[in-house]
């Protein structure tokens, strides 16, 4: 893809309603943020690693849940997140 098809599509997914989709961009964006500080309360003593991400991309899909819990893919998403974690756990 060129720079300007990535732009072009960056541009339709943006301005097209993805509220349906996911909630008000906004309110989505709070509530990442929320879960997100929430999991870095007691990390950032160390640089967070791959768990961390895994289980942080984990919170994105459950703070995306909440605008749409019937977009399946969120629940398909986490469950490959958390899945992710625990195997970098071990």
Known sequence: MLRTEI???????????????????????????????????ERLTAPIDAYDVAQMMSLFKKARAKGNPTNSENAIDDAGYTAIAGEIAR
């Open 7 to 41: 732009l072009e599509t960056a541009n339709q997914y943006i301005t097209k309603d993805r509220a349906a989709t996911h909630g008000d961009a906004e309110d989505s964006f709070a509530q990442i943020a929320a879960v997100w500080t929430w999991w870095l309360n």
